[in-house]
């Protein structure tokens, strides 16, 4: 055995001692290591360390997005107005063609507006002829008073002969009818109630109409025949007809 | 974008080019209305027209019914074309 030898397998020396005391604290630190105690506080400060971190991390990249989603909104927005800025000069380019192509060919322009006086003259010479004729005969029936009266007279007679008829026809037709007759005695009274409140219904219907035509006749006396009454008649517009030529421009 | 933009600005140009040609032909014609007025102008005159016409030849088939003459005869009468 030499030196050497001696020194590594002797006992351990104060020295060592010393070196152990050294090592001490590896092993205390080893020790507090499996304490859970200690284990606790430096983890738990990770975490809220790297929780901070991540939420930093997710607000960022919510900026982003809400960025990016802004700057989408944004362009969206600018080729909105883009789009409606061509539709509208696309618009006012079709006006202007319009325009331009009628002015072009104005003479045509013209023209109808000849030809709107022409049809207006027919139109008017029409009336007038017209007017003349019925007026010689109305004077033959009496005067337009009296022809009023006989033609509302006889609009009265017709409403009365045709609404008294028809509902007859109708409630007698049921009354005689086989199903009418199969029914029994409470029910047929029932039919029978039905059809006496539509027989009031229409006798008051009649009796609102002949009212008004009472009333009409009252407010045609004294009246006269007139080229209003005859368009009125004819189913013409007379203003359109007898308009001012200044007021058709 | 940039295509659209350069859209925009073609039609731009294209539409001030029409408008000047639309000016000098209204100042030829002497006429006031824009282009829009001026269309809705033609189509109320061709509808006057229209009506006119229709209410024209009713009324003088009336007097031809009660004269038992036909519409054109009446037209000659009057010394008026019917073909427009």
């Known amino acids: 055995m030499d030196d050497t030898t001696l020194v590594e397998s ?19 630190v080893t020790q507090s290591f499996l304490v859970p105690t200690n284990l606790g506080l430096p983890i738990k400060k990770d975490i809220t360390k790297e929780y901070s971190i991540g939420k930093k991390q997710v607000k960022k990249i919510e900026e982003k997005k809400l960025i990016k989603h802004l700057n989408i909104q944004c362009e969206k927005y600018d080729l909105k107005i883009l789009y409606k800025e061509k539709t509208e000069l696309q618009k006012e380019i079709t006006q202007l063609k ?10 045509k322009e013209l023209k109808v507006k000849e030809l709107i006086t022409k049809w207006r003259d027919v139109c008017q010479a029409g009336m007038s002829y017209m007017y003349n004729s019925a007026a010689i005969k109305i004077d033959r ?9 006989k033609e509302l007279e006889n609009e009265k007679r017709r409403l009365e002969y045709q609404m008294d008829d028809s509902l007859q026809l109708e409630v007698d037709s049921i009354l005689e009818s086989e199903e009418f007759n ?41 009246q006269t025949f007139t080229m209003q009454e005859l368009a ?18 | 974008m940039n295509d659209l ?44 027209y ?9 009324l003088v088939q009336l007097i031809a019914q009660e004269r038992n003459l036909s519409i054109k005869e009446i037209f000659q009468e009057m010394d008026i074309s019917m073909h427009d």
Request: proline letters at 3%; glycine letters at 2%.
């Open chain 1, 141 to 149: 029936m009496g005067g337009f008073e009296e022809f009023r009266r």
């Open chain 1, 182 to 222: 199969n029914l029994t005695i409470d029910d047929q009274e029932e039919y029978k109630t039905q059809m006496n409140e539509k027989l009031e219904e229409m006798e008051k219907m009649k009796n609102s109409k002949l009212e008004a035509l009472e009333a009409e006749m009252e407010s045609s006396r004294n």
């Open chain 2, 5 to 48: 933009k350069l859209e925009i600005e073609s039609l731009k140009n294209h539409c001030d080019s029409l408008q000047l040609e639309y000016n000098e032909l209204s100042k030829k014609y002497n006429i006031n209305e824009d282009p829009k007025q001026l269309a809705n102008l033609r189509i109320k005159l061709l509808k006057q």
């Open chain 2, 50 to 58: 229209n009506e006119l016409r229709d209410t024209g030849l009713k």
């Open chain 1, 98 to 107: 319009t325009g331009i192509h009628i002015l072009q060919n104005y003479e």
């Open chain 1, 232 to 249: 009125k008649r004819l189913k013409v517009d007379y203003k359109f007809i007898f308009l001012e030529e200044t007021d058709i421009d």
């Open chain 1, 10 to 28: 002797s006992p351990q020396k104060p020295q060592d001692k010393e070196n152990r005391a050294d090592t001490v604290p590896t092993t205390k």
